[in-house]
């Protein structure tokens, strides 16, 4: 018996994954030292809105500046929405967006529906808008008041999971 063919068509399909692996790694590219700990998106959008204001050497809140903070805005309003969605009993990822008088009524909230044996299924759909009130300088501080209008879908259901209604 003659097996010399099967051991080209080893050789031959090692040569077509080599040659795919170059390809690959040609495209995306490769990994080289330490790239360090990412940054969320909405922190480096509030970074970058931080830097352009203090570029400025007017001290407005200008159109450039109220678009970064929008941006930066809807991703905190929907880590916060879809945070207090989850079923775990506290907030998680939305506790540096809040401060401690708004992250302590959440936490009640979420304290009194699970006393409750309630569960929350909430689908955040999107934002439809969202539009900066006002704004205020006090001290350091820029104080941005936003209306957001978005679509959420909201069910609580029981213990034995059914749909509640009040």
């Given amino acids: 018996m003659n097996y010399s063919f099967e051991y080209i068509d080893i050789i031959l399909l090692a040569m077509i994954a080599g040659f795919i692996f170059l390809r690959l790694r040609?495209?995306?590219?490769?990994?080289?030292?330490?790239?360090?700990?990412?940054?969320?998106?909405?922190?480096?959008?509030l970074k970058d809105a931080a830097v352009s204001q203090k570029t400025?050497?007017?001290?407005v809140f200008d159109k450039e500046a109220q678009k970064e903070f929008l941006k930066g805005a809807k991703i905190a309003y929907e880590t916060i929405i879809t945070d207090f969605?989850?079923?775990d009993n506290k907030l998680t990822t939305s506790k540096p967006l809040l401060n401690k008088e708004i992250y302590n009524?959440?936490?009640?909230a979420l304290k009194e529906r699970n006393a409750r044996g309630h569960y929350a299924e909430i689908t955040f759909i999107g934002i439809n808008s969202?539009?900066?009130?006002?704004h205020k300088k006090l001290d350091k501080i820029l104080n941005v008041t936003v209306d957001f209008i978005?679509?959420?879908?909201?069910c609580i259901k029981d213990k034995e999971k059914k749909n509640y209604i009040r």
Avoid at 26 to 45: M, N
Avoid at 56 to 59: D, I, L, P, Q, T
Avoid at 150 to 154: H, K, L, P, Q
């Fill in 105 to 108: 009524q959440f936490n009640e």
């Fill in 130 to 134: 969202a539009i900066i009130k006002e």
């Fill in 26 to 45: 040609g495209i995306l590219g490769k990994r080289s030292g330490f790239d360090g700990k990412t940054a969320t998106q909405f922190e480096k959008v």
């Fill in 85 to 87: 969605s989850d079923n």
């Fill in 56 to 59: 400025k050497s007017n001290e």
């Fill in 150 to 154: 978005a679509e959420v879908i909201t």
